[in-house]
């Protein structure tokens, strides 16, 4: 019910879809099955749907849910991503974790051409996106104007950000150049909890995360899961169903 109450994308119809028995024959046998746990990091909701889950490692999700959001939030103080931003111009050293992030990030920056680019940060500093608290939100606030987003878009390339996984480093080569990973920080989550999982042994169930969702395994019915996507406009409306097994699958804001 929490996760209904969520921004209505993907998951919105993963919930419907498993409450109201669109998996076919098998509901009732899978709500035997597997388990709802519920998490919240990084502005929206974890949500996993496995076998039932020993506490221990019910605390383990939780631990490293607050581990990766302290370490990719450009609002966490002594995150890594903060660090990395204060000091701008010079090599950082950083967790490894950041390290893997990155990494992909400039994998999907360069088969991007930098339409998607984790050097974005002076930008959704200017827009005050994803800004870290209300207090900090100015209610006389208009659009920046666009000789300011010009001259911030220069602080903007991917190019300039250099890891070296070997030594876990990481530099900004412009000290007014920002980080933000929140693109990609969800999607990064969602494939390490699924490692976590396999590595317990889970070899069936669910993984959404705001919208970024991993199906591990099968369905316990013994065929591919099948994910809902709502209609923009309609979000109380499908429009198109996908079915996968160990895959993931994400959708962007309307």
């Not at 980080?179 to 993984?207: E, H, M, R, T």
Request: hydrophobic share 40%; with cysteine; net charge negative.
């Amino acid at each position: 019910k929490t996760i209904l109450k969520s921004r209505g994308k993907i998951y919105y119809w993963i919930a419907i879809l498993f409450f109201t028995g669109f998996f076919t024959i098998g509901c009732t046998r899978m709500q035997d099955q597997l388990e709802a746990t519920h998490y919240f990091g990084m502005d929206t909701y974890l949500r996993l749907l496995t076998p039932p889950l020993t506490e221990q490692r019910t605390l383990t999700v939780e631990k490293e849910l607050v581990r990766l959001e302290h370490l990719f939030s450009r609002f966490s103080p002594e995150g890594g991503v903060n660090q990395i931003n204060e000091k701008a111009g010079t090599w950082v050293e950083t967790d490894e974790a950041i390290i893997d992030l990155l990494m992909d990030a400039k994998f999907f920056s360069e088969k991007t051409d930098g339409a998607f680019d984790p050097t974005i940060g002076p930008l959704t500093e200017l827009w005050q996106i994803s800004i870290s608290s209300a207090d900090q939100f100015k209610e006389d606030w208009h659009p920046p104007s666009p000789s300011l987003v010009e001259k911030e878009k220069k602080l903007v390339d991917y190019r300039l950000l250099e890891v070296n996984s070997e030594k876990k480093q990481v530099k900004l080569h412009n000290k007014n150049m920002r980080l933000d990973v929140s693109g990609i920080a969800k999607g990064y989550a969602v494939d390490y909890f699924a490692k976590l999982l396999q590595a317990w042994g889970v070899s069936q169930g669910l993984i959404d995360f705001g919208g970024d969702i991993f199906a591990l395994g099968e369905h316990p019915d013994g065929r591919p899961w099948k994910l809902g996507i709502s209609n923009p406009s309609q979000p109380e409306k499908m429009f198109a169903t996908v079915s996968v097994v160990n895959k993931a699958v994400t959708t962007s804001g309307n």
